[in-house]
Structures are given as structure tokens and as C-alpha cells.
């Protein structure tokens, strides 16, 4: 099983600021990685497939890079609505597990 | 509109079965694979296998193999996940999703249902 390990476990950012947010691949997974969004009480949402490749409707403020092991997530502007948990996937290999999760909190 | 409808709340205990269901609205789930995902509360998500509803191929994690099985009927576009013995332990949400792509056997989970909350107290 390729283990997911994500940091920080908590991001304490202002609105109008940048965060980013890493994923790493305990092997590589190629471009194998999706990022998700969770908010409270709902179930998770698509945002990147393909390691950097926006999902439908995703606003254009969030980024994914990296290929390999090393993977980000960078949301160039917090919005109110971007505070939230968010996860990484690899899709590379069965299982195809999440990583721990990084939750985005207003500073 | 195309979307994932699970079946309802559950509360057990422990000891009994439970079979609960993800249907696919709007469209045929066919030609995906669908796949169950465990949040227990206040922790994050745990991938936990996936069937192909073309041919019930299934895959499981080995965190999970043994203690669940997933089961489809294609003819009614529904992907299932059951317990024969339910613990405490299991007291989770647990949600359905269907990969980006049909066919796509290694792929993001496109589409999620809304989640199922599975109770189990005695």
C-alpha cells in the first residue's frame, strides 16, 4: 500500500491569502493524485484530477503541481467559502488511499 | 442531473447485518466503477474498495477485505456495501462515488452520494 502523508494538519491563513498545502507519495504515483474539498456536514468534492488539472467548475484561484512523491495544492486567495478540510488521493495503485487531510482555518 | 442517492440512516447493533444501497440517478452506472469510502466521526476518509457494475469485478483494501463485501446489480444501476456482523467499531458515514471516467479502472472519484450514517449501539 502506498501511504499518503499531508502537511500541515491544520493551516491558519487570513482571507485574501495564499495557502498551499502538500501531499507526499510514500512511492511515486506518476500523475496519478486528486485533491478534494470537504466542508462540514456535506460529502467531499472533486477539485483537481490529473495532479493539476481542475475539475468542473473549480474555481481558477485553486492550483495543483508536483508528479512523483510531491504534490501541492495552492489557493492563491482565500474566499470564506475555501475554509475547509482538504484531501489528497492516489488513484496509482489499489488501495487507492487519502492522505490525512489538511484543514484550512481562518487565522 | 446526474448524481449518486444513497439509501438512508441506520441504527444497529452489534451482531446484526445491514446491506445499504448507492443508486445512480440519470443515468446508467453500467460502464463505472463505483466506490465506498468510511469517515468515522471527526476523522477523514478511508478508501474501502470498488466494483465494476459491468462485471462485479471488485477490489478491496486489505484494511477492509474480509470484514465487508460490495455487491452490485447492474440491471437497477445500484452498488451495495454489507456487513454480516456489525461492531461498534463500524459506526461511521460512509459514502458512494463513481470514477471520473466509464471503464477508468485507476481514476478520481468524480461524483459522490450524499453519504449514509451507520449507527451501531447496543
Known amino acids: 500500500e502506498i501511504v499518503m502523508t499531508q502537511s500541515p494538519v491544520t493551516l491558519s491563513v487570513s482571507p485574501g491569502e495564499r495557502a498551499t498545502l502538500s501531499c507526499r507519495a510514500g512511492?511515486?504515483?506518476?500523475?496519478?493524485l486528486a485533491w478534494y474539498q470537504q466542508k462540514p456536514g456535506q460529502a467531499p468534492r472533486l477539485l483537481i484530477f490529473g495532479a493539476s488539472t481542475r475539475a468542473t467548475g473549480i474555481p481558477a484561484r485553486f492550483s495543483g503541481s508536483g508528479s512523483g512523491t510531491e504534490f501541492t495544492l495552492t489557493i492563491s486567495s482565500l474566499q470564506s467559502e475555501d475554509f475547509a478540510v482538504y484531501y489528497c488521493?492516489?488513484?496509482?495503485?489499489?488501495?487507492?488511499?487519502f492522505g490525512g487531510g489538511t484543514k484550512v482555518e481562518i487565522k | 442531473e446526474v448524481q449518486l442517492v444513497q439509501s438512508g440512516a441506520e441504527v444497529k447493533k452489534p451482531g446484526e447485518s445491514l446491506k445499504i444501497s448507492c443508486k445512480g440517478s440519470g443515468y446508467s452506472l453500467t460502464n463505472y466503477w463505483i466506490g465506498w469510502v468510511r469517515q468515522m466521526p471527526g476523522t477523514g476518509l478511508e478508501w474501502m474498495g470498488i466494483?465494476?457494475?459491468?462485471?462485479?469485478?471488485?477490489k478491496y483494501s486489505p484494511s477492509f477485505e474480509g470484514h465487508v463485501t460490495i455487491s452490485a446489480d447492474k440491471s437497477i444501476s445500484t452498488a451495495y456495501l454489507q456487513w454480516s456482523s456489525l461492531k461498534a467499531s463500524d459506526t461511521a458515514m460512509y459514502y458512494c462515488?463513481?470514477?471520473?471516467?466509464?471503464?477508468?479502472?485507476?481514476?478520481?472519484?468524480?461524483?459522490w452520494g450524499q453519504g449514509t450514517m451507520v449507527t451501531v449501539s447496543s
Open positions: 466494483i465494476y457494475l459491468g462485471d462485479s469485478d471488485t
Open positions: 488521493q492516489q488513484y496509482n495503485n489499489w488501495p487507492h488511499r
Open positions: 512511492q511515486s504515483v506518476g500523475s496519478n
Open positions: 462515488a463513481r470514477h471520473k471516467y466509464s471503464t477508468s479502472l485507476h481514476d478520481a472519484f468524480a461524483i
